[in-house]
């Protein structure tokens, strides 16, 4: 099955540093993928909607100045959190819905990356 | 808007059964569920497209009212793996939408 591979699955930072976490779709296209955030013990947060060569569109509540998202590629997308903050500790997942075959039509299960855990201390 | 979800937790002994509910207040399109083990991404059960869709795999099934704008995740005869978090996605409108998820529902399965 189609596979999302995240990098890198935890990372540590000083407060103040920029963090970027890769999300790569490693045998589809992605055209879309998702970025969520979860809390612990909380439900998965979307975050934005990253789509291939355009910019991504963020959710209420979430500063794109601070959470940076390029997607340049069909398979390749990126989330910098930028100037990070203890508060930005999190467990950051991408996912990606691909297009069967190269064709038109989207698949319909979302594939999730290994998920990335930031602690910013 | 974020589908609810319930019981928000339950506790089984093995060989039980579960009932997990997720209702929408808006139409939905779809209805994914996902399982989540602690500390690991969420790893996706099954989808259902289509207003009295059911699905099963194994002792795990599924199933979707459209018109109430619910689904149900049916787990019999657990085991001790089915122990984890889970969460119900929906996706609204004609589909090619982000899913929102639901609060999600700590099953533990005891020995």
């Known amino acids: 099955g189609a596979v999302v591979s995240q990098h890198p699955s935890w990372v540590i930072c000083k407060s103040g540093t920029s963090v970027k976490i890769e999300c790569r779709s490693l045998?589809?296209?992605?055209?879309?993928m998702f970025w969520y955030r979860q809390f612990p013990k909380q439900s998965l947060m979307l975050m934005a909607t990253s789509n291939e060569g355009s910019k991504a569109t963020y959710e209420q509540g979430v500063e794109k100045d601070k959470f940076l998202i390029n997607h340049a590629s069909l398979t390749l997308s990126t989330l910098t959190v930028t100037s990070a903050h203890p508060e930005d500790s999190s467990f950051y997942i991408c996912s990606a819905r691909g297009r069967s075959g190269g064709g038109p039509v989207l698949t319909g299960e979302l594939f999730f990356g290994e998920g990335s855990r930031l602690t910013v201390l | 808007q974020q589908p609810v979800q319930s019981p928000q937790a339950v506790i089984l002994r093995e060989g039980e059964d579960a009932v997990i509910n997720c209702s929408s207040s808006k139409a939905l399109y779809s209805v994914h569920w996902y399982r989540q083990k602690h500390g690991e991404a969420p790893v996706f059960l099954m989808i259902?497209?289509?207003?009295?869709e059911q699905k099963g795999h194994d002792k795990i099934s599924a199933s979707f009212n459209e018109k109430k704008q619910q689904s149900s995740l049916y787990l019999t005869a657990s085991q001790l793996s089915y122990s984890g978090t889970y969460f119900c996605?929906?996706?609204?409108?004609?589909?090619?939408?982000?899913?929102?998820f639901g609060k999600g529902t700590r099953l533990s399965v005891i020995a």
């Open positions: 045998d589809f296209q992605a055209t879309t």
């Open positions: 259902l497209l289509k207003g009295g």
């Open positions: 996605g929906t996706e609204g409108g004609n589909g090619n939408t982000p899913l929102v």
